[in-house]
Nanobody, 127 residues
């Protein structure tokens, strides 16, 4: 089993920045990909950003491109999401997810591709 714990959420004003962290523990693993998703009240959970296990390829939702940056920690079982120029529409619970199993093809933007999820951290942006 793999446990994921997110931290770094909070209440900020529009234009501010936040840095989310996600640490993984449990059995030793090498991730195929790690990602951040978010879910606003009354909406489906949506893709925000992902990073390949190698750390050399990143993916972003159009709504956050240029404002958010996903990165891996030195341990490689840690992933960060630097969020700049936050907007009210970024308000949501942010979830960390990891895929451990390998595959020839993986749609990093799909929730169903990820095997383990954290409990989420609330980000609230006031306008």
């Amino acid at each position: 089993q793999v446990q994921l714990v997110e931290s770094g959420g909070g209440l900020v004003q529009a234009g501010d920045s936040l840095r989310l962290s996600c640490g993984a523990s449990g059995r030793t693993f090498s991730s195929t990909a790690m990602a951040w998703f978010r879910q606003a009240p009354g909406k489906e959970r949506e893709f925000v950003a992902a990073i390949r296990g190698s750390g050399d390829t990143t993916y972003y939702a159009e709504s956050v491109k240029g404002r958010f940056t996903i990165s891996r920690g030195n341990t490689k079982n840690t992933v960060y999401l630097q969020m700049n120029s936050l907007k009210a529409e970024d308000t949501a619970v942010y979830y960390c997810a990891v895929r451990v199993s390998t595959s020839i093809y993986m749609n990093v933007r799909s929730r169903s591709e990820y095997e383990y999820w954290g409990q989420g951290t609330q980000v609230t942006v006031s306008s």
